[in-house]
């Protein structure tokens, strides 16, 4: 019971970072889609990352987000849509897995990782295979 309280905590934690983000930053968007996900909380999760994606937060992360969302949800075909438009959108300097680079928006340092973008496209490939979560 505590691994589902420490995501809802996440959860809430995200949700008051993009209040204080004024619901304008694509990151904070990025971020409240993935609690939103790991969350279970599917239509959200897309509606977040799709908002991040309009914001001008990186395309491949979020449509990989909006991919595992579309495939749990079962609609296999929307989640294939993503991870190709993620796979169109993929960051050269994330490239390979030990790849990395910051950022400083308004002023906070903000790590990408592509081990990161790996593991999220590792996890759409999984969930569009087997409508499920993490790969074991």
């Known amino acids: 019971m505590a691994g589902r309280k420490a995501l809802e905590d996440v959860l809430d934690d995200a949700k008051h970072a993009d209040r204080l983000a004024g619901n304008k930053r694509g990151d904070a968007k990025r971020i409240l889609a993935k609690a939103y996900l790991h969350n279970d909380q599917l239509d959200r999760a897309i509606e977040e990352a799709r908002y991040a994606i ?11 987000l909006i991919a595992i969302a579309e495939a749990k949800r079962g609609n296999r075909d929307a989640a294939r849509a993503n991870l190709s438009d993620a796979l169109g959108a993929w960051p050269e300097r994330l490239a390979d897995e030990r790849d990395w680079y910051a950022t400083a928006p308004a002023g906070q340092l903000w790590f990408e990782s592509g081990a990161e973008l790996h593991a999220l496209k590792a996890e759409a490939e999984y969930a569009i295979k087997t409508k499920s979560g993490t790969p074991p």
């Not at 309009?54 to 990989?64: E, T």
């Open 54 to 64: 309009d914001l001008g937060d990186l395309p491949a992360i979020n449509h990989l």
